[in-house]
């Protein structure tokens, strides 16, 4: 049975488009033909794509000690029409902060609380300075999820 990964992340920049790409080739690497992976950004996906998804990678920048307003943007698009739907979902998320991260996630698992979605692994949160080790860490997440979909674990 083939499972689908939705990926939304936010990649305004080229090192947070380069993390995107990141999780999507760690995502395609961890699997056979067992997994389908869609990637999209924020604007792009909306609750037909969650509705369809057997998991969900968030990726989103620290804006203003907050989540970009692209994914709050998503999350306004398909909340309601996935709310009663996508309980139980398996998700994950990284964040890209400038700073600590830590409104960013409060901010997105609120929403994610009201969703009664399930986190699959801690959040990872690149804080500060631009390291070269964050491309690794999303290429490791996107890998781990897909593996874990293809094996049934989530």
Known sequence: M???LL????????????????VVAGAKSENGDDVEVIARSPFEAGPKDVLAADGIIL????NLGYMSGALKDFFDRSYYPC??????KPYCLYIRAGHDGTGTRRGVETIITGLRW??????????????EDFVEQCQDLGAAMAAGLEAGIF
Do not use: C
């Open 118 to 131: 399930r986190a699959v692994q801690e959040p990872i949160i690149m804080r500060g300075d631009w390291q």
């Open 83 to 88: 709310l009663e739907e996508t309980m139980g």
């Open 2 to 4: 083939s499972r689908r």
């Open 7 to 22: 990926i939304v992340g936010h990649a305004p920049s080229p090192n947070t488009k380069r993390l995107f790409d990141a």
């Open 59 to 62: 990726g989103t920048t620290e």
